[in-house]
């Protein structure tokens, strides 16, 4: 009863920390080796506590590191991972614990961090060499473990990221960490394992945009032809039309590929092209300089929309060696924060850099996630984005004055004698395709031009990208005293942010800073500025 009391007041002290009562009780004639009737060493309660100078304490007076104790039978190793302590895990390991020790459920070291998500101390237990396929006592690798026991795609993604083995099997079952997912019904995970494993075949990029260019051509030519059908009948003509939706349908989900938004919007950047193409000659007799225009207008577009697709935004690299010894550097530097290291890539994020889910990487300065172009903008390709966006927005414009032109040649509509339906019904009448072309343009240049002026705005005036001005408006809120967006650390006012931005260079009259994104890593700049200490800062 006595060495209970006794122990409780152990307990009690590690928990609220104070190292002098502890230090009093040993000196008192306590042997700190000594567990309860649970087999729980004061080293445990240290180590479950976070108590880093009483852990030391303990240790200089012989507490043995790797002692197996409680209900669990674990070590203060498993203690403090179960915890998430990330700091007590580096101490404990710096005087020599075994993360490779399993506990009375048979997990080790980096089978509790999957499991409970701590992925700092996964990814830290990794950089100091455990296996990620390494099994517990039931021959279940961690991958195992996160797609069955995890109902959510974190652990399972971080893993296949560290390079988890998708074809392992236990030993019990002869179960791959598919078979445990689709047990568990963890759609999350088959699904990231099904990719996984899928992503052996890489999809033949350019065949598919060959095929789709000419599908939308001959798309484009079909709801053209039923348009100006010399029929009276709209019926059939409304008929036709559906077939084709039908047939548009069909294809679309044939195909099936993870990369959906970019086939759509391959077919209508073509269907706008096109559409221009042949609505042009037809408005009247266009003269020389407006076909040139029109063309070039047209070259641009592709060209800077295939330059955005095909530019690698700046997706951040590094090998396996420079992850780990990041990992190490950075979590015994207590830096392994969601500002400085990103989780699902386990690598040190450089400044202004941001994890794209969709890409599933770190994306140097990166802006958004284009549907546009199924990829990030970032870096490397921002300038062209942006000069495709104004190719684009000159492109509605050649649209609307062919249209124009179209009626006022044709069919003029006389808006004060006939009224708005008068008009409309003289338009659908004169032609459905230009019509149609006319409503398309507009619905496509109302996002376009909004789209620019946004951008334009951002580079020019605040020398920041869309999601750092998202972050800063949405910590706007919060501050109590207001600050200017245009007061932040990029902004090196109109000129040299946009000479910074296009590259421009111009007979030594500007000359922009070239820096390569991948690689600028913050220099304290980024935690002293008021607007970027906060967690969830730029
Ligand atoms: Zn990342
Ligand atoms: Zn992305």
């Not at 390569?516 to 967690?535: A, E, I, K, N």
Request: one cysteine or more; charged letters at 15%.
């Amino acid at each position: 009863c006595v060495l209970t009391t006794f122990f409780l007041s152990f307990v009690l002290n590690c928990r609220f920390g104070a190292l002098e009562r502890c230090k009093e009780l040993i000196e008192a004639g306590y042997d700190v080796r000594q567990p309860d009737k649970e087999n729980v060493t004061p080293l445990h309660w240290a180590a479950i506590n976070n108590r880093a100078d009483i852990v030391k304490y303990y240790i200089s007076k012989g507490a043995v590191i790797d002692q197996l104790g409680g209900d669990l039978n674990s070590t203060p190793l498993h203690w403090a991972i179960r915890q998430g302590h990330l700091s007590m895990v580096i101490q404990l390991m710096r005087y020599g614990a075994d993360p490779s020790l399993a506990d009375g459920e048979g997990y080790r070291g980096l089978h509790l961090a999957v499991l409970f998500q701590h992925m700092p101390i996964a990814a830290y237990l990794m950089a100091k060499g455990q296996e990620v396929d390494s099994p517990d006592i039931n021959g279940q690798t961690p991958l195992m473990l996160a797609a069955q026991k995890i109902i959510g795609p974190e652990p399972t993604n971080f893993l296949i990221k560290c390079n988890a083995s998708v074809n392992a099997v236990d030993k019990v079952n002869r179960n791959s960490p598919l078979h445990c997912a689709v047990l568990a019904g963890n759609v999350d995970s088959v699904h990231i394992l099904l990719e996984a494993g899928a992503s052996v075949d890489l999809e033949n990029a350019n065949v598919s945009v060959c095929l789709l260019c000419v599908f939308s051509l001959v798309v484009v030519g079909a709801i053209g032809s039923v348009l100006d059908m010399k029929t009276e009948s709209w019926l059939l003509k409304g008929v036709l039309l559906a077939c084709i939706i039908a047939v548009i349908n069909l294809t679309s989900r044939c195909r099936l590929s993870s990369n959906k938004h970019a086939d759509i919007s391959y077919i209508k950047l073509y269907v706008l092209g096109v559409c221009g193409d042949l609505n042009m000659p037809r408005s009247h007799d266009p003269s020389a300089t407006v076909q040139m225009l029109f063309t070039i207008n047209i070259t641009a577009l592709l060209y800077y929309y295939l330059r955005s697709c095909r530019t690698d935004p700046g997706i951040v690299k590094a090998t396996e060696e420079e992850k780990k010894k990041n990992i190490v550097v950075l979590a015994e530097a207590g830096c392994l924060d969601p500002r400085i290291f990103c989780t699902s890539c386990m690598m040190r994020k450089p400044m202004r850099a941001n994890h794209c889910f969709s890409c599933n990487a770190c994306v140097a300065k990166q802006d958004h996630h284009s549907i546009w172009i199924n990829g990030c903008i970032g870096a490397r390709n921002h300038p062209y984005f942006v000069l495709f966006l104004v190719a684009l927005n000159f492109l509605c414009i050649w649209m609307f004055y062919g249209s124009i032109t179209y009626w006022s040649k044709h069919c003029p509509p006389h808006y004060t004698e006939e009224g708005v339906w008068g008009v409309v019904t003289t338009l659908t009448g004169c032609s459905p395709w230009v019509l149609y072309i006319f409503c398309f343009a507009f619905l496509n240049a109302s996002w376009a031009s909004i789209l620019l002026l946004v951008q334009l705005y951002q580079i020019t005036f605040l020398g920041l990208t869309t999601a750092e001005r998202a972050n800063l408006m949405h910590r706007q809120r919060k501050l109590p005293q207001a600050f200017s967006l245009r007061q932040n650390p990029f902004n090196l006012g109109v000129v040299r942010n946009l000479v910074n931005f296009f590259q421009w260079r111009c007979c030594g009259l500007c000359k922009p800073v070239v820096l390569d994104w991948t690689q600028q890593y913050p220099m304290g700049l980024s935690r002293d500025h008021p607007m970027f200490s906060g967690p969830d800062a730029v």
